[in-house]
Nanobody, 123 residues
Framework: VQLQASGGGLVQAGDSLRLSCAASRRTVSNNGMGWFRQAPGKEREFVAAIDWRGSQSIYADSVKGRFTMSRDSAKNTVYLQMNGLGPEDTAIYYC?????????????????WGQGTLVTVSS
């Protein structure tokens, strides 16, 4: 599967952004999907994940209550709605497809990764 993330950009603190991740070459309707991010000089970290049906999502504590992950299986696309952005959210955001169906934060279960989209939040 090929994953294409988009929607990043430069915003001010407090603004919102919606990231999209479109899958191609095959459906991801049976896969859990995740978003990860990597800030400059830091390791990649888990942000959010959603199960194959879109009925359960899990979040990192740092984004809980601000970010919402969703999916549209008909469009083979997942989304990350990010509200209340702060400079600490500045990072490259990556979407990934898990080899399992449930939502998971286990990085080793994600085998397909998108190229990333840059989110920059100015204070």
């Amino acid at each position: 599967v090929q994953l294409q993330a988009s929607g990043g950009g430069l915003v001010q603190a407090g603004d919102s952004l919606r990231l999209s991740c479109a899958a191609s070459r095959r459906t991801v309707s049976n896969n859990g999907m995740g978003w990860f991010r990597q800030a400059p000089g830091k390791e990649r970290e888990f942000v959010a994940a959603i199960d194959w049906r879109g009925s359960q999502s899990i979040y990192a504590d740092s984004v809980k209550g601000r970010f919402t992950m969703s999916r549209d299986s008909a469009k083979n696309t997942v989304y990350l709605q990010m509200n209340g952005l702060g400079p600490e959210d500045t990072a490259i955001y990556y979407c990934a497809a898990s080899i399992t169906s449930p939502a998971t934060r286990r990085t080793e279960l994600y085998r397909s990764w998108g190229q990333g989209t840059l989110v920059t939040v100015s204070s």
